[in-house]
């Protein structure tokens, strides 16, 4: 299983982003996708997750801006960030729960991280 992220970019301050991570491979199922994010020489933190039935979860920092949807047929979870701030830049890793075999347990995998920089 391959979790492949697009569109990171520069964007001004205000300005907007749409991001994608698409699953590939063989994929029985997915469940919870989502996004994190991580500064050099910090912790990777939440940015926002969404269950396979639609229910979200967002960091404080990114309620009322960033909003994360899913379409299940393409194993892709979209976020949408408005209003960026200078203190979104960071590095953005997409994460998935993904059952490739359908008697065993679902397993967690990691995009490679895209970069998002927002300029002042």
């Known amino acids: 299983v391959q979790l492949v992220e697009f569109v990171g970019g520069l964007v001004q301050t205000g300005g907007s982003l749409r991001l994608s991570c698409a699953a590939s491979?063989?994929?029985?199922?997915?469940?919870?996708m989502g996004w994190y994010r991580q500064a050099p020489g910090k912790q990777r933190e939440l940015v926002a997750t969404?269950?396979?039935?639609?229910?979200?979860n967002y960091a404080d920092s990114v309620k009322s801006r960033f909003t994360i949807s899913r379409h299940n047929a393409k194993n892709t979870v979209y976020p949408q960030m408005n209003s960026l701030k200078p203190k979104d830049t960071d590095v953005y890793y997409c994460?998935?729960?993904?059952?490739?075999?359908?008697?065993?347990?679902?397993?967690?995998?990691w995009g490679q991280g895209t970069q998002v920089t927002v300029s002042s």
């Open positions: 994460n998935a729960w993904v059952r490739v075999i359908w008697y065993r347990p679902e397993s967690n995998y």
């Open positions: 491979g063989s994929i029985v199922s997915t469940n919870a």
């Open positions: 969404i269950t396979g039935r639609g229910s979200t």
